[in-house]
Each structure stands twice: as C-alpha cells, then as structure tokens.
C-alpha cells in the first residue's frame, strides 16, 4: 500500500467547473505538499501545509490533520489549469518525502 | 535567484554508456534530494544529500547509480552501464535546512531516454 493516496486518478471537467482533488496519507507527516506538472515541463510547488486552509487566487487547499486527508480545490477552472498534480508529505521522521502518483486533470474549453 | 537548475533537460544515451545528470541548488540551499519518476508512475525518492556528504541513499539502486554533492559545484547524479529500465525524467530538489519544508524548491528535471 503506498503511503499515500490520491484521487481521482484522471478528471475532466468543462471550463467554469469546481474541481477537488483528494489525497489521504498513512505516515506521520510535518508537513504536505501540493505540486503541479505540466506535460512535458517540471515541478512547481503550489501549496505547503500543516495545518488548516491557504488559499492562492483561484486554488485553495485544506487538510485535516486528525483524519489524515487534504483536499486541493480549484475554482472557475481553466484549460490553463490541465496538468498533473501531485499530493507530497514530508514525513515527521527520516528525510523523505511520499508522493502520490497524481491527479491528471483536464479542462475542456 | 535563478531556482533550482537542472541540466540537461533531456540526455539521451546508448544502452552500456553513462548518463550524468547536475542539478545546481538555490543560492543558500545546502541540502539537495534527488527523485525519480518512472513512466506512469509517481515520483520516488532516491537520495538525499549535504554538501560533501551522502545523508540517505536508501532509494538509490544499489548498483550503477551514485550521487555526490561536492564543495564547490552543483551536484551529479551519475547512472554507470545505462539499460533502458533507466529511461525516466529524474528531479532534483532543495532546501535550506535539514528537515526544512519552507523554501523547498524543485527544478525542472532531466528526460533521460536510453536507446
């Protein structure tokens, strides 16, 4: 089982669409990540969390310590938006991080 | 601050030959992570090291792969006898501090495709 897990594995939504992405973890964490990968490009840090909600223009990610899980919501999507994105914990012991496998999105115009 | 820098962005190498991968860390980084990302898979962590020092290499392959981080110079993923199982985009990443999740920056990574 891998330490973490996102959901759902691929989604497409229409353009204006409220997308969530949801990932749950089995480790004990200091801190979770949020990631984005465009085809082909690399890896850009959205969010980094420990506790409660930030939000970043039209994204917003929250989690819940307690229950292990993080959400990534994006609202009025945009095909700009289409990419990867990839869930990301900093365990709380040793120097690893664990990555989901990501969430392919894409937004139809 | 330029980021972190990775070059090439894509290498390509005949099967047997060797593939060196630099990743040059942000201005004040000193602790650089290296990943690997596998096709259709997720990013897996592979090593983990200081300046001149190796702190966690327990997802490196234990044969043909090392890793340094030298005093002066970015740091070298080195993959020796290249097969085509090695053919993924490899990630570098830093921090400025052991443990640290604030400023922790990844860069753009390297194609690697053996043939």
Not at chain 1, 41 to 55: E, H, N, P, T
Not at chain 1, 81 to 97: K, L
Request: with cysteine.
């Amino acid at each position: 089982k891998n330490e973490v897990e996102q959901s759902p594995q691929n989604l497409t939504a229409q353009e204006g669409e409220f997308i969530t992405i949801n990932c749950s973890y089995s480790v004990g964490i200091s801190a979770l990540h949020w990631l984005q990968q465009h085809p082909g490009g690399g890896i850009v840090s959205l969010f980094m969390l420990s506790s409660g909600k930030k939000k970043h223009g039209r994204l917003i990610a929250t989690i819940n310590i307690q229950e292990k899980h993080s959400s990534l919501h994006i609202t009025a999507s945009h095909p700009r938006d289409s990419a990867v994105y990839i869930c990301a914990v900093a365990a709380n012991t040793g120097n690893q991080f664990y990555f989901g496998t990501g969430t392919s999105l894409t937004v139809i115009p | 601050n330029a980021g972190v820098m990775q070059n090439p962005r894509h290498l390509v190498r005949r099967r047997g030959q060797e593939a060196r991968l630099r990743c040059s860390p942000m201005k004040g980084h000193s602790h650089v992570y290296w990943y690997r990302q596998l096709p259709e898979e997720g990013l897996k962590f592979m090593v983990y090291l200081q300046k001149e020092n190796i702190i966690d290499e327990s997802g490196m392959p234990k044969e043909r792969f090392s890793a340094e981080f030298p005093k002066e110079g970015p740091s070298i993923l080195r993959i020796q006898q290249v097969v085509r199982g090695d053919s993924a985009a490899y990630f570098c990443a830093s921090s400025p501090s052991q443990g640290s999740n604030y400023g922790y920056t990844f860069g753009s990574g390297t194609r690697l495709t053996v043939v």
